[in-house]
Nanobody
Framework: QVQLVESGGGLVQAGGSLRLSCAAS????????MGWFRQAPGKEREFVAG????????NYADSVKGRFTISRDNAKNTVYLQMNSLKPEDTAVYYC??????????????WGQGTQVTVSS
């Protein structure tokens, strides 16, 4: 059974930082692309960042480029999202996903339950 468990969310002031983690089990982690998505209240789930299985290709939404960094540790079956210079508009539930590492939710087969990130102004 595949499980993706996010952690690291919380409340932070604008300009602050958080690091999200996503621990994966039940799959050959190194063979999957990994992505982070977010969903704010009343909005659709949107792509944030993705990393190919090869660990050499990454993609970011324009809204987070230069502020967020995705990384992975295949030895620990974990993907990370380092979020710096956070803004109130980054407030959302953040989800990690495993799949093809594309930009669409359709590219991902497995999803975590999400972790809340709230940025106060």
């Amino acid at each position: 059974q595949v499980q993706l468990v996010e952690s690291g969310g919380g409340l932070v002031q604008a300009g602050g930082s958080l690091r999200l983690s996503c621990a994966a089990s039940g799959l050959t982690f190194s063979r999957y692309g990994m992505g982070w998505f977010r969903q704010a209240p009343g909005k659709e789930r949107e792509f944030v960042a993705g990393m190919w299985w090869s660990d050499t290709t990454t993609n970011y939404a324009d809204s987070v480029k230069g502020r967020f960094t995705i990384s992975r540790d295949n030895a620990k079956n974990t993907v990370y999202l380092q979020m710096n210079s956070l803004k109130p508009e980054d407030t959302a539930v953040y989800y990690c996903a495993a799949g093809l590492a594309g930009l669409s939710t359709n590219a991902y087969r497995y999803w975590g339950q999400g972790t809340q990130v709230t940025v106060s102004s």
